[in-house]
């Protein structure tokens, strides 16, 4: 009978730990993690406004070699800090300002929040976050964890909720790779914390 228990704990380990390998692995290249996915990139200021929006399919990611620090022999010592990105076959750099993709089916909780409340509202009795957990009980009900993005300044960009929330780091400097109930997110140049919903929502 122990040995069946011990088959049964390790047979559970090697899936929990392959489901974690996989998960790492899908985000371990950004430039093909987001190929044949509807997704949308947004870039933002420092007081968290949209700059501006691209939506595509099969979008790349990758780090621009070309302003990475390398060594004599040409080995890069220092990954730069600028990305390259394609977007149905159009292309487009960035660096600097916070940066995110969004795989379609996404739902960005701050952003439905902002159309009906007034998100520069001073009222520090309620923590901001927890405020607009609870006032948007119809998205976030019944989901595990929360992710709240901000801008490099500490100001909220955007909100996810979901249930099965993984990190990963990327090859990109400065970035993030999340996996969201199966759906990827890209967070480049971001503040961000990921809660267990039961600590908000009360």
Do not use: W
Not at 86 to 112: A, C, Q, R, Y
Not at 163 to 171: M, P, Q, R, W
């Amino acid at each position: 009978m122990r040995k069946i228990k011990l088959f049964i704990l390790g047979a559970l380990c090697v899936t929990i730990l392959g489901g974690c390998n996989l998960a790492q692995k899908e985000f371990g290249k950004v430039e093909n993690t987001f190929k044949g996915r509807e997704a949308v990139v947004q870039t933002y200021d420092e007081e968290s406004n949209i700059i501006d929006q691209v939506k595509g399919k099969s979008i790349s990611v990758t780090s621009e070699d070309k302003f990475a620090t390398k060594d004599t022999e040409g080995n890069i010592t220092k990954e730069s800090s600028v990305i390259s990105l394609t977007v149905g076959g159009k292309s487009m750099v960035h660096v600097g300002s916070s940066l995110i993709i969004s795989e379609k089916g996404l739902v960005d909780v701050f952003d439905e929040y902002s159309k009906t409340v007034d998100v520069k509202n001073t009222d520090r009795s309620i923590p901001f976050l927890n405020r607009m957990i609870n006032e948007m009980k119809n998205i976030t009900t019944g989901k595990t964890k929360i992710v709240l993005i901000r801008s490099q300044s500490g100001k909220p960009l955007a909100t996810f909720a979901g249930d099965n929330v993984s990190y990963f780091a990327t090859e990109i400097d400065k970035s993030t790779g999340i996996l969201i109930d199966g759906k990827h997110l890209f967070v480049y140049r971001c503040d961000y914390t990921i809660y267990d919903a039961e600590l908000l929502g009360k």
